[in-house]
């Protein structure tokens, strides 16, 4: 069971690549690379997250992390922010430049992957979606580090119109 599970999250992150690559490979000419990418995207489903935190979500170090966020900074496509809370915290955040490149390049890996899965059936993509909570679930009361981990806070949505998000 934990083998079938391993390869199957392997394969997941196997098809985000894929697919990303692959969305974003002529219409859009690389405008954003698979790293930037998952930054953004990570930024738009937990917003104001502090470097410290994001840096644990993808699982990078927070040196690595830095480099990359100072050059979207440059690009104005991330913005740094204090915490009003906790002004030693620094919280990153997408700028309106960040959420127009970010949705470009959704609509173009949305659409290949409508193209992809148009054979899912609706009641498996549900079964999936099922299935990913019940892991996320088991990671939030398992966390693997002395911090403890970001999962997925936020559910897969699938909408009723037959449309997936």
Not at 105 to 115: D, E, G, P, S
Not at 124 to 139: H, T, Y
Request: hydrophobic share 35%.
């Amino acid at each position: 069971m934990q083998e079938d599970l391993f390869q199957m999250l392997t394969l997941l992150a196997s098809f985000h690549r894929n697919l990303h690559a692959e969305a974003v490979q002529n219409p859009m000419k690389k405008e954003i690379n698979y790293q930037r990418f998952t930054i953004l995207s990570c930024l738009n489903l937990f917003p104001e997250h502090s470097m410290k935190e994001l840096s644990r979500l993808l699982g990078v170090s927070s040196s690595s992390l830095s480099i990359i966020i100072d050059s979207l900074k440059k690009e104005d496509v991330v913005a740094r922010k204090t915490d009003p809370g906790d002004r030693r915290r620094v919280m990153l955040e997408l700028t309106p430049k960040g959420n127009e490149l970010l949705e470009r390049c959704k609509k173009q890996v949305i659409r290949k992957l409508k193209n992809w899965t148009g054979r899912i059936k609706r009641e498996d993509l549900r079964e999936l979606e099922k299935a990913i909570s019940v892991v996320n679930e088991i990671f939030l009361e398992n966390p693997v580090s002395p911090e403890g981990s970001i999962a997925l806070r936020r559910p897969v949505l699938i909408k009723d119109k037959g449309t997936t998000k």
